[in-house]
């Protein structure tokens, strides 16, 4: 590949008066602040930590772009053998980021002898790795005395199920078995500045996992009913990977955000039902959705849904407040781009496994679908 190295261990003419003449200056002013307040963090040299698969594996592609359009030199960290995984998105687009003058290396982050090699040349490392202690450890320890931010990915999983206020805030109670609640306490009594994100579902082009549509799309695009767990009005919220880039990309040169957590989501939320509804709606497709008891068919091991079956939903007012961050991404809007994707994709043609959906409708007292 490309760039990489292998490591081991935007006047319209108006009358003008003074109160236009006013508003123009005020805006003007606000400009050229902003534009001063932007060049004030070019040129961070950054590190991006990034894993090796699953759901959070893109976020290190679309960080990286955001980064360097910003004018930032950014250094990725890929966990895992390059060989094995270059072929599979997101890494597929590595070469393109070496072209946009990205540094791609290959090495373990949780190994202390690749960590210490690139320790003290970087202002800012994004971990975007690990899951625990030991695999974030050596990378907080190498880094704390040196850089201006140690951010870190958590996850939105870690908040303790609420049935009075479901929404999830900053302080909502987490809990302490999950393994990021470890590196959250470590980072916060290591003496690090740092930045803790923590993202709910995210979907957009060169995921590394299952997008959390395609369950829906499977069945919405051959006419078949969408089996639900029940009672379907779980509210949970899909992020684009694009507006996560853009949030963790405002910490950088703002002190605001140092010693902070964020939830890393939309400020749009759609239950369970609705994420049906909505693909039926873009592709033109009636839709019926089955509800059945989890108890009797459990969503994940059984039916292969990619959601909790449970409210999980997150308020991101916060970094709207503190980061000055706005989502630019609607889903309803970008249904369209991902249905266009996954036909692309060959997936509509491929033989899903559809005995469980049977199971459930014939339990329903449905006819089972023949597709």
Same mark, same amino acid.
């Given at each position: ?7 081991? /261990? @935007? ?5 003008? +008066?003074?109160?236009? *003449?006013?508003?123009?200056? !005020? ?13 004030? #963090? ?8 990034? %894993? ?13 772009? &955001?980064?360097? /359009? ?17 072929? &599979? ?12 003058? #990205? ?72 809990? /302490? ?17 740092? %930045? ?23 069945? %919405? ?11 379907? *009005? ?14 963790? /990309?405002?910490?950088?040169? +703002?002190? &605001? ?5 964020? +939830? ?5 939320? *759609? ?9 039926? !709606? ?17 969503? !994940? ?18 970094? @709207? ?34 005995? #469980? ?15």
């Amino acid at each position: 590949m490309r760039g990489t190295v292998a490591m081991d /261990s @935007k006047f319209l003419g108006k009358r003008l +008066n003074k109160t236009s *003449i006013a508003k123009a200056r !005020k805006n003007a002013s606000a400009e050229r602040g902003g534009r001063l307040a932007r060049l004030a #963090v070019r040129n961070e040299n950054v590190l991006i930590a990034n %894993t090796k698969g699953g759901g959070h594996a893109f976020i290190g592609l679309y960080l990286a772009r &955001k980064l360097t /359009s910003d004018g930032h030199k950014v250094t990725i960290l890929n966990d895992g053998d390059a060989s094995k995984v270059t072929a &599979k998105a997101p890494y597929d687009q590595y070469d393109k980021l070496a072209d946009e003058g #990205v540094e791609i290396l290959w090495g373990s982050p949780a190994d202390e002898g690749v960590v210490q090699g690139l320790a003290g040349k970087f202002d800012v490392v994004y971990d975007n790795n690990g899951k625990d202690l030991d695999t974030c450890k050596p990378l907080i320890d190498a880094f704390k005395g040196t850089v201006k931010n140690f951010v870190f990915v958590s996850s939105a999983g870690m908040y303790k199920p609420d049935n009075i206020e479901p929404c999830a805030i900053e302080d909502s109670e987490r809990k /302490s078995s999950a393994g990021h609640y470890g590196v959250e306490e470590y980072l916060a009594e290591s003496g690090a500045p740092f %930045t803790i994100f923590r993202p709910l579902y995210i979907y957009g082009k060169f995921t590394a996992k299952g997008a959390y549509l395609d369950f829906y799309l499977d069945r %919405t695009m051959r006419g078949r009913p969408v089996p639900i767990p029940a009672p379907g *009005i779980q509210m949970t919220s899909l992020t684009h990977v694009e507006d996560v880039a853009s949030m963790m /990309s405002m910490v950088i040169g +703002n002190d &605001k955000a140092i010693g902070k957590s964020f +939830n890393l989501c939309s400020d749009r939320y *759609i239950s369970l039902a609705g994420i049906a509804n909505m693909c039926g !709606k873009v592709a033109g497709k009636d839709v019926e959705i089955v509800l059945y008891d989890p108890k009797t068919f459990d969503p !994940k091991k059984d039916v292969g849904f990619p959601m909790r079956a449970s409210h999980f939903f997150a308020s991101p007012q916060k970094a @709207k407040e503190e980061l000055g961050w706005t989502p630019s991404h609607r889903l309803m809007e970008d249904l369209e781009e991902v249905i266009a994707d996954y036909k692309a994709s060959g997936r509509l043609e491929k033989d899903i496994d559809f005995s #469980v959906d049977d199971k459930i409708l014939a339990s329903a007292g449905k006819v089972p679908v023949s597709v």
